[in-house]
């Protein structure tokens, strides 16, 4: 009996270090996808706007980087 009440007490600790564990691997999915997410439109916006003012001036930046290239 007293053997195995430390054994429990080890496998209760070790699934709330699993769930710990879990909840704290889908936070920091979360967060990545959120900062992925933001960091996309953020550049999609940049790039339209970009090619919007570049287009009446009649230059591009990838014409430019190409042609450096």
């Given at each position: 009996?007293?053997?195995?009440i430390p054994v429990s007490i080890?496998?209760?600790i070790g699934q709330?270090?699993?769930?710990?564990?879990?909840?704290?691997?889908?936070v920091v999915v979360v967060v990545v996808v959120v900062v992925v997410v933001v960091v996309v439109v953020v550049v999609v916006e940049v790039v339209v706007t970009e090619n919007s003012y570049?287009?009446?001036?009649?230059?591009s930046s990838i014409r430019s980087i190409m042609n450096f290239l």
């Open positions: 009996m007293l053997n195995s080890c496998i209760g709330v270090a699993v769930v710990l564990v879990a909840v704290v691997v889908v570049r287009s009446r001036s009649n230059s």
